[in-house]
């Protein structure tokens, strides 16, 4: 029998760009999320499914989607409430959705056997990286929504060793691409930009982030199912890091406007990790290059409008 992909939180940012870089591959996907906020339903509803198939469904209750999930399954596991401004107010919803969500998930791997489970994780749960941390490094997450995406990735390696489940943890930065939430920086950028609005830059805008373009993401993914062995765990990063006001300056620019009219100082995050430096060595020995262009992809999506 033929392989199926399996992919949870398909209507969010990543998740639904996986799925559409890569639905013509595969005979038979099926995409399991909640539809929160974060969900794009709006753009599946417009685009045909063909024979691949959209439960509405929770991931903290099993029993609404284990049935999807067997041994010819590929499992990617995106679905999480993702984003760290939230986390602060909203803590046990993270812990919730993240980490008790994930957790089911791997119970049912534990007992339906799935060939290859990509477990998507972050580099906040490293915390705030000065120095380059590879894959080895101790997760010191400093915020409820890393901790929370460090407590599935905890919960996924103890599945790996107690259980010797066939997972692959990827801890990625910040991401960035078409019909991302304008809760994210560059989309509210875009948003603030085109709509001749203003965007709530955090502190004085001195913390830096990595980006990487969402399709360089998901073909790593792509190389990972394809040449990675079973139960290792993958850093990923983009080249380009701005400091958040120098990015505000940098996407008015590229829009030809003022950037001083199109944000406003907010106070900061009650913590606020400055960076994440995160060595990148052990995913480009499988073969995978960081293709897009930062200034270029920016283009096109202020052109295009580009967000959620
Ligand atoms: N976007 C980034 O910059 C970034 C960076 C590093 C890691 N990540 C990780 O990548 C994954 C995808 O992020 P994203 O940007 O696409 O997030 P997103 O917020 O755009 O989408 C998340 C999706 O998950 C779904 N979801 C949430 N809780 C669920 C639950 N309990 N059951 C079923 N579905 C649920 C939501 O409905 C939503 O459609 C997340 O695990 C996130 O932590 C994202």
Redesign the pocket.
């Known amino acids: 029998m033929k392989n199926k992909l399996v992919i ?9 760009n996986f799925y559409l870089l890569n639905r013509h591959k595969w005979k038979n996907i099926i995409i ?5 906020y ?3 339903l709006k753009y599946f509803k417009k685009i045909k499914l063909k024979n691949h198939k959209l439960v509405l ?4 209750k099993k029993h609404l989607y284990e049935k999807y999930i067997d041994k010819n399954t590929i499992l990617i ?7 760290v401004d939230k986390s602060f107010n909203s803590s046990l919803n993270f812990t ?3 980490t008790f ?1 994930s957790h089911v998930l791997l119970e049912i791997c534990r007992k339906k056997k799935p060939k290859k489970i990509i477990f ?5 749960v490293y915390g705030e990286t000065f120095k380059y941390k590879n894959e080895k490094s101790l997760l010191e997450p400093t915020n409820p929504y890393s901790a929370s ?1 460090a407590g599935a990735d905890l919960l996924a390696q103890t599945y790996i060793k107690s259980f010797s489940l066939p997972i692959i943890i990827i ?6 691409g078409n019909r ?2 304008s809760e ?1 920086i560059i989309p509210a950028i875009i948003k603030a930009l085109v709509s001749n609005k203003k965007v709530s830059i955090h502190g004085k805008g001195q913390t830096s982030r990595h980006f990487l373009h969402i399709n360089d993401f998901c073909n790593a993914i792509n190389i990972i199912i394809a040449k990675s062995k079973l139960r290792e765990i993958y850093n990923i990063r983009g080249r380009k890091c701005y400091k958040i006001l120098d990015l505000m300056k940098k996407m008015s620019k590229v829009a030809n406007l003022d950037y001083k009219k199109h944000f406003t100082f907010i106070k900061d995050r009650p913590f606020n990790d400055k960076v994440y430096k995160i060595s990148v060595s052990k995913l480009k020995k499988l073969g995978w290059t960081e293709n897009k262009v930062f200034d270029k992809e920016i283009y096109k999506l202020i052109r295009d409008k580009s967000f959620l």
Do not use: M, P, V
């Not at 939180?9 to 639904?16: P, Q, R, T």
């Not at 399991?32 to 929160?36: F, L, Q, R, S, Y």
């Not at 998507?120 to 906040?124: A, R, V």
């Open positions: 949870t939180g398909g209507l969010g940012f990543a998740g639904k399991i999320d909640k539809n929160t974060a969900s794009d469904a929770d991931i903290c596991h995106f679905a999480a409430e993702s984003h919730i959705n993240n969500g998507i994780s972050t580099d906040e995406k801890r990625s930065n910040n991401l960035y991302q939430f994210k």
